[in-house]
């Protein structure tokens, strides 16, 4: 069985990838991703809010700096900063919730100024 670490790992090499097939997989059925717009509940509601990320972070010139992360059993927390065409991310944090090798919870802040 995959640990926190692994899981946590493999999300976050596998969004550098804009693997989406992959981000979903790590996602349990039932999964709920906490977003300042409301949870998202469950890999299809998950989804477009991946797909999105995917396609600002994949242009050109964007760069995504990790700044902490700590694992504590089943919770794992990253707080990063990130620039993209569209937005800066000032600062942003994720925390996850990990049972038996997927995502069973995650939520998503971050203060996002967009560019011009």
Do not use: C
Request: aromatic share 10%.
């Amino acid at each position: 069985m995959a640990s926190t670490k692994d899981v946590l790992d493999r999300h976050l090499g596998i969004f550098g990838e804009g693997d989406l097939k992959g981000i979903l997989s790590d996602y349990a059925p039932g999964a709920v991703l906490f977003t300042p717009d409301g949870p998202l509940r469950g890999p299809d509601a998950i989804r477009p809010f991946f797909e999105a990320l995917i396609a600002e972070f994949g242009k050109p010139d964007s760069a995504f700096r990790m700044q902490h992360q700590s694992v504590e059993g089943d919770h794992a927390y990253i707080l990063w900063t990130a620039e993209t065409a569209d937005n800066v991310y000032e600062l942003a944090t994720d925390t996850f919730v990990v049972r038996d090798g997927k995502i069973l919870a995650q939520s998503f802040a971050g203060k996002i100024t967009p560019k011009g």
